[in-house]
């Protein structure tokens, strides 16, 4: 057998698999074995190629007198989607166009001294207006080579790029035309097609996808949610916790009280009041379809803060805050009734909104499912965005104030001078937790929920009512229910939750700072995976760790928040068992969306990562 053709150290053009370009390497290593090249990409990718796929450097040199594209480029490189420089197509190696002297403008290089003619294709604007990051990243050199070099030898260069767009136009089209002709909807599919509006950014279209079992799934979820909630409250309240002691004997009062919906009603005003208040930088969101970015007001720390200063006030004022204890249940249904009429609005007003502000699921034309999933993806009321004050504030608020009046009425039930151990603890943790999210607000905003979900029955309730009313769980429990724990329990309780927020947060700081700079030096010891949609993805540190580190430290902390209740009953664990169902669901519907947008860049990753949540296990 003939010996390797390349020898380690030495530079060459490799294949990328699965496409026709080559990009510049560095041969690392040759196995004897399996006759196959450990590689170095420039962006640092490692990766095992075999002889065929690799070139000698020479043969996409240029032919004297005409320079490469790709060493230009590399003068002025912009960001690009190929691993550490702008890929070659096939073997051609670009050449110096012949010009027509007639047309062109006549332009002395004073590098070389050459006069050389120049023929430059005049852009129209709408050239300007593509989709994608590759379309941006070749109008960027477009618009460089215009400004930076008279000279410009590009034509044949600027001919592919033109190409470039064009099919990047061409594939818009077509995938629009299958999508709408998916969705049934003729007339949107006509607008579309013979009268397309260009977008103006890298928006994938999202092919619909039917999550929770459709309309008959949501059905059940929506009916079954609010009574599994006053079911768990109700335990919560009963002396013997365990979850078949029950014996509901509820009547109608039990649940409603106009009284309570008015305090609710007025909790919501004032939270959306401080919502509201110009204090606070402003952040944008992920780019829309039409090319806009909404702007956002971060407040919820400032809100927080307010609330606390309020909370503090009433409780000066002796004002009795356990009347939202005693009074539970009907403030639990009082929410669930704000959400429903707030989902039925949203539902009404999402009949006005163009195709480009629907969701992917609020496409569908199921009523039922499309009340549950949210149709419009960014309902606002002039500069109030209802699903961001929900998630945001009514949500992670809620939640913090509900366990403050449990540890109130702990002391108070169970006679004691200070809240227990087990109470602060329960507290601290998840107060720290909605601490970490506002403090990090800016980071939500790409969250799957605000970024690509409707606002419907599914958000309006979860954020308005379970993470309220849910969440706080553990300390509803504790109120009725106390528990003694050791300091040795307390200590290892909390280092289990440090170690699963160190995880969290490590996780969602690399991956934000690399969306934010992929070439941030600080991360410059981390390898990606260059993407054909142009962003690429982490494939080091915890995201080489397993595919969604920030889920496996929120679910080490759910339990760690579960275990200072003790072992007596298996109530105050359900949060555990719901936020892991919860995100175990979630990660195939983010995998969903990541495949979609990054299509077999998004497979390479997942024999890379294979594990998702728990190394060896799923
Ligand atoms: N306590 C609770 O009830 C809940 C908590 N959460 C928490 O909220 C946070 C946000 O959750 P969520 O939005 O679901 O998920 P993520 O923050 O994990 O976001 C998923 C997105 O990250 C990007 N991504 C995925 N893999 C990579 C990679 N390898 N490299 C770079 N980018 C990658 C993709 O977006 P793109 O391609 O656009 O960059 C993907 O769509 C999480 O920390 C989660 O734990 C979430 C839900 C409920
Ligand atoms: C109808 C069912 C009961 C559905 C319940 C789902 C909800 C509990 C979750 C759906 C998405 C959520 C988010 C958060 C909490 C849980 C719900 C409402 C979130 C506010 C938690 C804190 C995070 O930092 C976040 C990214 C802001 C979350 C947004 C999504």
Redesign the pocket.
């Known amino acids: 057998m003939p010996g390797p053709r390349f020898s380690d150290g030495d530079s060459a053009m490799a294949r990328w698999p699965g496409s026709n370009l080559y990009f510049e390497i560095q041969i690392l290593s040759f196995d004897s074995g399996s006759q196959l090249y450990s590689v170095l990409f420039k962006d640092g990718t490692e990766m095992n190629i075999k002889e065929s796929d690799i070139r000698s450097l020479n043969i996409f040199r240029p032919k004297r007198g005409s320079a490469s594209p790709s060493r230009r480029r590399s003068r002025s490189r912009t960001r690009s989607r190929s691993p550490g420089r702008t890929p070659t197509q096939g073997r051609s190696p670009a050449r110096t166009p012949k010009t027509d002297p007639k047309s062109s403008p006549v332009v002395r290089d004073s590098r070389k001294g050459d006069i050389l003619k120049v023929h430059l294709t005049p852009l129209k604007p709408q050239d300007f207006i593509v989709e994608t990051r590759n379309g941006k990243d070749a109008i960027t050199r477009h618009a460089k080579l215009y400004r930076e070099s008279p000279v410009i030898q590009a034509e044949e260069e600027l001919k592919v790029y033109e190409k470039q767009i064009k099919n990047q136009k061409v594939l818009r089209y077509i995938q629009r035309k299958e999508y709408f002709a998916e969705s049934e909807n003729k007339d949107v599919n006509k607008k579309f097609i013979l009268n397309p509006e260009p977008t103006r950014n890298i928006v994938p279209v999202e092919k619909p996808v039917v999550e929770f079992g459709g309309a008959i799934g949501a059905t059940l979820v929506m009916l079954s949610m609010p009574p599994l909630l006053y079911y768990l409250l109700h335990m919560c309240a009963q002396k013997d916790a365990s979850l078949w002691n029950f014996y509901p004997h509820w009547t109608f009062r039990d649940l409603w009280e106009s009284t309570v919906f008015g305090y609710f009603a007025l909790w919501i005003l004032l939270l959306e009041l401080f919502y509201l208040l110009p204090i606070g930088p402003i952040a944008h969101g992920?780019p829309l379809a039409t090319g806009k970015r909404l702007s956002y007001r971060i407040n919820g720390l400032f809100a927080l803060f307010f609330i606390g200063v309020l909370v503090a006030v009433l409780l000066y004022y002796k004002i009795n805050l356990l009347y939202v204890y005693q009074h539970l249940h009907q403030f639990a249904a009082s929410a669930t009734l704000l959400s429903v009429i707030l989902s039925a609005y949203l539902f009404v007003r999402s009949r006005k909104a163009s195709q480009e502000e629907l969701s992917a699921a609020g496409k569908s034309r199921n009523f039922i499912y499309t009340f549950f999933m949210g149709r419009e993806l960014n309902p606002r009321i002039g500069k109030f965005d209802l699903k961001h004050f929900s998630a945001v504030h009514a949500a992670l608020i809620g939640w913090v104030f509900i366990n403050f009046i449990m540890l109130l009425a702990e002391m108070d039930i169970q006679q004691l001078e200070s809240p227990s151990a087990s109470m602060i603890s329960v507290n601290a943790f998840q107060l720290f937790y909605v601490l970490h999210a506002l403090w990090n607000q800016e980071s939500?905003l790409?969250?799957?929920?605000i970024?690509h979900e409707g606002f419907g029955f599914m958000l309006a309730f979860g954020n308005l009512v379970w993470?309220p009313f849910a969440?706080s769980l553990q300390a509803a429990y504790l109120v009725k229910h106390p528990v003694e724990i050791s300091w040795a329990v307390l200590g290892a309780v909390v280092a289990m939750n440090t170690f699963g927020y160190i995880i969290?947060r490590s996780a969602?700081n690399q991956?934000n700072a690399?969306?934010r700079n992929p070439e941030d030096p600080r991360l410059s010891y981390l390898k990606?995976i260059p993407t054909s949609c142009g962003?690429p993805?982490?494939?080091s540190g915890w995201?080489g760790f397993v595919?969604?580190p920030?889920?496996l430290?929120?679910i080490i902390m759910a339990w760690a928040w579960c275990l200072p209740c003790g072992f007596n009953d298996v109530l105050p664990y359900f949060y555990g068992f719901f936020?892991t169902g919860?995100?175990i669901h979630?990660v195939s519907r983010?995998e969903h969306?990541?495949r979609q947008?990054?299509s077999h860049d998004w497979d390479k990753?997942c024999h890379l990562v294979p594990y998702r949540i728990l190394p060896y296990v799923y």
């Open positions: 992920v939500m790409s969250s799957l929920d970024a993470v969440y969290f969602n991956k690399f969306r990606s962003s993805l982490l494939a995201w595919r969604h920030n889920y430290g929120d936020l919860l995100l979630r983010v969306r990541c947008k990054y990753y």
